[in-house]
């Protein structure tokens, strides 16, 4: 598979998957990191999370319009956390993210833009689900073939 | 007989029916703060939920536990501890099921 898309989201997973606390970082997101996202068992325990595209669109920069797609990627993380933490671990997954994600242009082929931050929103279930996350947009403009 | 009288009088005969057919309904309840646990008769359900707050491809299985406490035994508040067939759960939330008679709380199992 070497389509634009899976090219990005490659480059996406080998920054993310750094995340390890071996290696400094707050959480083990990055011990599971997929590309192929697929129902979880709880009893697992294990955080993961999955980069996926969201939808692709006209370039936003005049000047990529006939070779670039703009690119939304969506990067979720899950984590277990019992609700007296449930907080304090978004952050900490939300802050690996972020370091995760900064400084790795050279990870990103020529032709493929650095992803550029959109937002980030918390995931939370109901307080007994034992269970907390982040959602992370990204936009890239990424060659069209 | 008013009718929270009746509806106490008939959860009292189930539970002490329920625990002769499954054996006992005993689990050992502490209040928030408190060390001296106290021993009640709880129904535990166990049921599945999906934690997906985002409706992604990744939903996360999880195990969902309520207990049932009669509210004339004692009158269960958020943050207690619940021992029950070996696991301990801390209550978390009170939950639909509950009437004048019976109090139903969602469990979040904790390291005994």
């Known amino acids: 598979m ?20 071996v290696d400094g970082y707050e959480t083990d997101a990055g011990l599971v990191a997929t590309l192929e996202p697929a129902p979880v068992l709880a009893e697992d325990g294990r955080a993961f999370l999955t980069i996926v595209w969201e939808r692709q669109a006209r370039a936003s920069d005049p000047a990529l319009l006939r070779s670039h797609r703009l690119t939304t990627v969506r990067v ?17 997954v939300a802050t690996d993210i972020e370091r995760a994600m900064a400084d790795q242009r050279f990870r990103f082929p020529v032709g493929y833009q650095f992803p550029q931050y959109q937002s980030a929103e918390p995931l939370t279930g109901p307080p007994a689900s034992g269970w907390v996350g982040v959602i992370f947009t990204f936009t890239s403009h990424t060659p069209i073939r | 007989m008013s009718e929270v009288d009746f509806l106490r009088q008939h959860d009292a005969a189930f539970f002490a029916a329920w625990a002769g057919v499954t054996g006992g309904l005993d689990a050992s309840y502490s209040a928030p703060g408190s060390v001296t646990p106290v021993t009640c008769q709880v129904l535990v359900d166990h049921d599945v939920d999906q934690f997906l707050p985002d409706d992604d491809a990744a939903p996360v299985s999880i195990m969902a536990t309520k207990a049932t406490f009669r509210r004339e035994q004692l009158e269960p508040a958020t943050g207690g501890t ?15 099921g509950s009437d004048p008679s019976l109090s139903v709380w969602t469990l979040e199992k904790v390291a005994p």
């Open chain 2, 82 to 96: 619940l021992v029950v067939d070996g696991n301990t759960y801390r209550l978390l939330q009170r939950v639909s």
């Open chain 1, 2 to 21: 070497s389509g634009p898309r899976s090219v990005l989201l490659a480059a996406f997973k080998a920054c993310l998957e750094r995340i390890k606390v």
């Open chain 1, 76 to 92: 979720i993380a899950k984590l277990q956390a019992d609700s007296t933490e449930a907080q304090a671990w978004i952050d900490a």
